[in-house]
């Protein structure tokens, strides 16, 4: 659910930053309707909150709160670090929300670095966020990085420092944190102020930086990763940034029986290289450093932001200013700070929209707030479900347990909506255990599922068997002391289409037999009945069966235990991928 649009502050590496701007942000109250909506119309548990920086938005925290009450989770990833470090309570709301994995987007390794991307971020800052996070229950801290190519021995040097420091703090703190440092180089893109830079397209560049920077991260004891092979870097640099000439560069590599399938084949790059030296675009005029009146593809659309801005922020990075963004108050909650100034990038088209920037202000916390996200985070924890004994339609044949558990939620929330606030979480909990998952398959009719709510009595009260309008589900009746994956008995009725399960009633007499469960069969008008003796009956695997073959289709309806397993005997035959053509339907479950 998307909160916010477009990004208020200034990086020059990001697209973002600029395309998109200016930043807006949904009100709260449109916000809410849309997650009540949204959880009705289509079912979900989990509710991800999108925004290039979730943190920004103003009513964040009262949100996070009426969002846990709603949601089973929330989910929330991107946010900016220097809000995370001076925004009072906003990293305990998280923890307690139940937020274990941080990215911390740092980008440049130095402070020369961070500043030629216009992070608008300190080490200060950054000290601050990682300090608090080791002491925290945190399992696992992403630092993200952008390689620029202009990194010197200075640099490296600070980052390797950085390094030493984060080992002896986590060392001291004795935290089990996983710490992964994962890198990116860095890709000037159109329509921000490092379009103007250089490229940097030849590998051998790069090696003496990539290279110190694997090594100061492994000899530290943390994981490095890159995130991207050198062909497909160079070559989406060339695609970001080349000219109307790509298409005949990529027409003609493509007749040469060059596809993008997945992941671009090694040889591309020396393709495309070779294709530009041979047609003039392997150039100074490409590869080096633009002036302010250089001319850029896709001139012809329309931007706010002037490419004097965009230059202007491009010789800010090479001077290593850094001046900031402009959104108002974004830590101090104390409502008197000043606004925020405006860098004049043009983004906004009106006085309005600018305020609504630089004036903008931190929705602060109730001081009762941290109490009450950690009771109903307890409460979530400790919350008792109801299991309900459904009969499911055969479309839901096949369907994964989340798609089943989400479209479930949806019905019952269309049939009962006052529920909407009240239910948290439907679960299906006979069948798809992990245990049970590999032992089913083509099931429909019934089934249990687990109920989570704040008010179970209000549940019980408006799911009755008379509710209608439950799109071909039907509630049959609550089911007590349920343990999840188990039952006493069921009544499966089997129908396998004979082409692909030749024989299927006398392939079933043989895996039985093959359980130790030998059964003789009864011819009964135009089928077969099992006469099941005593000692097999004491298995406790079969119950009774019978089954009907024509030409076409096996029919059985077995009385069976949870010890019987349908997938090992649909994959008893021949060919033991078609037991999803199997249709079973489950009833007179017993418990
Ligand atoms: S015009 Fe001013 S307030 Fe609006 S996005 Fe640009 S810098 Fe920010």
Known sequence: MQITFGCPAFCSFCFEGFDRKPYRELSLEDVWSTALALKKQMGPATLDLVSFNFNTYAGILPLLLKLSHLYDRVSFKSQRVDILAVMPGMLDAELTAGKRSYTIGVEGISGRMRAFLHK??????????????LHLKVREIKMFYILTGHETPSDIGEFRNFLRDLKHKRSGTRSGVRIVFSFGLLIRMPFTPLRYDRLFLEEQEWRGITGQVKSACETNGFEFRLAIPWADYATSQVLALGGYWLCDSLLS???EGYCYDSELAESYWAALKSWMQTNGHWSDNFLGEKNVD???????????????FLYQLFENAKAGVDDGYCLGEIGQLTGDTPDARCLA???????????????????????????ELSKTMVQKQRMK?????????????????AWLNAWVMRILLQAIPNQVENITLV?????????????????????????????VEAVTAGLVSTVS????????????AFEPGTFQRAGLSITLPATHFPDAGQQLRRYLQDQYVPVNLRRIEDGYEFDIPKKALQKRIVYAGSFLQTSSTHCSKLVVSGKFDLMAYLQSFADPYWYNEAVVEVNDLEF
């Open 253 to 255: 590599l493509a007749e």
């Open 120 to 133: 608008s971020l300190g080490n200060r800052e950054i000290d601050n966020v990682i300090n608090r996070l």
């Open 385 to 401: 479900p109801l299991f309900a004994l459904l009969w499911l339609p055969p479309e839901t044949i096949g369907k994964s347990p």
């Open 345 to 371: 990038c043009g983004a906004c088209a009106s006085s309005e929209e600018r305020a609504a920037i630089t004036q903008h202000r931190m929705q602060p916390p109730d001081p009762s707030y941290m109490a």
């Open 469 to 480: 309008d439950m799109k071909g589900v039907r509630f049959l009746r609550w089911v007590n």
């Open 294 to 308: 250089a001319e850029f593809p896709l001139e012809f659309l329309e931007q706010r932001i002037s490419s004097t």
């Open 427 to 455: 679960r299906e909990s006979l069948f798809s255990t992990r245990e049970n998952l590999r032992r089913y398959a083509g099931l429909y009719g019934e089934t249990v599922f687990a109920i989570y709510a704040w008010d």
